[in-house]
């Protein structure tokens, strides 16, 4: 008879720092003001934030899922070779991954980006979250006006 293994439910925030849980619960919420202004085209766009501390780790939502039913224990820490580094059960969106990975590489001074398709700057110059003012990070070159 093989053995069964009970699984413990691990909260996420046990299993990260203080800092990396502060920046989840900031983007979880920072989706849900995007959801609520609507400023979303469903599941399209993608807001991302780095781990504090760390020059290749970022937190990007889970694909596909609403951004208002996006909380800090269901964004998806990945590094720059695009691995996940802590199951959330959930899966990212690879083209999202591409477009964050490739600004976090490019700008090291960049805390966290937001990317909309349908409104482009437009979206970037309204999305601003007070708790991630100081980090928000806007791409000229991010769709159209």
Same mark, same amino acid.
């Given at each position: 008879m093989a053995a069964i293994t009970r699984a413990r439910n691990i909260s996420v925030r046990d299993q990260v720092t203080a800092d990396e849980w502060q920046t989840r619960v900031d983007l979880a919420a920072f989706y849900c003001q995007v959801a609520h202004h609507g400023m979303? /085209?469903?599941?399209?766009?993608?807001?991302?934030?780095?781990? #504090?501390?760390t020059t290749d780790q970022f937190l990007i939502n889970t694909y596909p899922r609403l951004f208002e039913k996006i @909380?800090?224990? @269901?964004?998806?820490?990945?590094?720059?070779?695009? /691995?996940?580094?802590?199951?959330?059960?959930?899966?990212? /969106?690879? #083209?999202?991954?591409?477009?964050?990975?490739?600004?976090?590489?490019?700008? #090291?001074?960049?805390?966290?980006?937001?990317?909309?398709?349908?409104?482009?700057?437009?979206?970037? %110059?309204?999305?601003?979250? #007070?708790?991630? %003012?100081?980090?928000?990070?806007?791409?000229e070159d991010s769709g159209p006006a």
């Open positions: 979303t /085209d469903l599941v399209l766009g993608h807001l991302s934030a780095r781990i #504090p501390g @909380t800090a224990s @269901t964004l998806v820490k990945v590094n720059a070779d695009g /691995d996940a580094l802590l199951d959330v059960g959930f899966n990212y /969106d690879i #083209p999202a991954y591409t477009i964050h990975g490739a600004v976090f590489q490019a700008r #090291p001074d960049a805390g966290s980006h937001a990317s909309d398709f349908s409104k482009g700057r437009a979206f970037q %110059r309204r999305a601003r979250n #007070p708790k991630l %003012r100081g980090h928000l990070q806007q791409s």
